[in-house]
């Protein structure tokens, strides 16, 4: 049988859910074709593989590419100034009444063109895509306005022309009440109801519709009717919330953001144990945003959910895979080594695969492939 690229004399950890643990094959191969998995297994099974190109692993670890599940990537200016005063005892409510916080990023956000806000959002891509990520998600939730909002769709969507890598988009317009309606919360969100999500979506620049469901954002009532209104124009809904019982019943998916536990010194860590035992699948991501996580490290990230939640070396790996495939909905093709999924692989040069846990400041990856196409 005939194949594209063959990548041989490798270990693989599949991460299928066919196969206990992280699914390891100790003597495996990978075949792609047209940009898809061809065969990924025990090089004793693939004997009949013919390829144009084989790339010799030398015994190195093939995971599947990472995948980045939630980020705000795009955005404008900087918040290192308060990061500064907040050091200094600054506190949020202190910044915010100062003319930062959230509303800070969107005037600039606002100001700036969509290629600005490219070339700003590329160094924060070319960095995740550095440790092997090839699926990354991006909100919007900085313009807090149609036109703005529009813009940082359009810029997460040009950062796929620019970087072999999936971008999936969410509109998070729900994300905090733009000055314009400081005293109407309401009427912010039948803005976003009547008239954002609808042209989100004539547009196609999303493919999910997120909300901010909180104290300090948008109340279950508001939210849902943001939802509502996603599903009336054929968008997936995701929401930043807790409710470990209400994941469960909704076989959703669990996503954790240490970076922003890190950053923010918060004290009480998620509910990590009630995950396992409802069987939550637990997803982990950078969080990448200027005020609480501006972090561009999935490999930092795993270290982070180990030391401070305690998750295994297992539950990193796949947060960052499998589960972080099914947060997005791309459970079906990527996150695993499978026949048939997209051909999303990263190669490392390391013994043991915890390593890419254990390691701080350590960037092992020997190379990527990306929908078949090798980048070492």
């Given at each position: 049988m005939r194949c594209d690229t063959l990548w041989r004399n490798?270990?693989?950890a599949t991460m299928a859910e066919s196969h206990a643990g992280l699914g390891e094959v100790m003597q495996g191969v990978v075949a792609s074709l047209d940009g898809r998995i061809l065969y990924a297994g025990d090089a004793a099974d693939a004997l009949a593989l013919e390829a144009d190109r084989v790339i010799d692993c030398e015994g190195r670890w093939i995971t599947p590419g990472l995948i980045d599940c939630h980020t705000h990537l795009v955005w404008a200016g900087s918040r290192s100034r308060e990061f500064e005063l907040r050091l200094a005892g600054a506190t949020y409510e202190e910044l915010a009444r100062?003319?930062?916080?959230?509303?800070?990023?969107m005037r600039a956000t606002r100001a700036a063109s969509l290629d600005d806000l490219v070339s700003q959002a590329l160094p924060r891509l070319d960095a995740l895509l550095a440790e092997g990520a090839t699926t990354v998600e991006i909100k919007s939730g900085y313009g807090l306005n149609l036109e703005a909002e529009l813009k940082q769709l359009r810029a997460a969507r040009a950062l796929a022309d620019r970087r072999p890598v999936t971008i999936r988009t969410t509109f998070?317009?729900?994300h905090a009440v733009p000055p314009e309606f400081a005293r109407d919360a309401d009427g912010y969100v039948d803005l976003v109801c009547r008239s954002m999500i609808p042209a989100v979506a004539a547009a196609g620049l999303a493919d999910a519709v997120d909300a901010f469901c909180e104290e300090?954002?948008?109340s279950p009532p508001q939210v849902r009717r943001v939802f509502r209104a996603a599903e009336a124009a054929g968008l997936p809904v995701k929401i930043h919330a807790d409710g470990v019982r209400a994941m469960a019943g909704a076989g959703t998916v669990a996503t954790l953001l240490p970076g922003a536990y890190y950053f923010l010194r918060d004290t009480q860590p998620p509910?990590?144990?009630l995950l396992r035992d409802h069987g939550v699948p637990i997803a982990?991501?950078?969080?990448?945003n200027p005020g609480s996580s501006p972090l561009t490290s999935l490999l930092l990230t795993m270290n982070m959910a180990a030391t401070l939640f305690r998750l295994t070396v297992e539950e990193c790996l796949l947060g960052v895979?499998?589960?972080?495939a099914r947060a997005l909905g791309l459970q079906d093709r990527v996150g695993t080594l499978e026949a048939g999924k997209d051909c999303d692989l990263a190669v490392w040069d390391v013994e043991r695969l915890g390593d890419l846990v254990y390691r701080i400041g350590f960037n092992p990856l020997h190379g990527r492939a990306w929908r078949g196409q090798w980048i070492a």
């Open positions: 490798a270990r693989l100062a003319g930062g916080g959230i509303l800070a990023t998070l317009g729900a300090v954002a948008f509910p990590v144990r982990l991501a950078t969080d990448c895979t499998r589960h972080g």
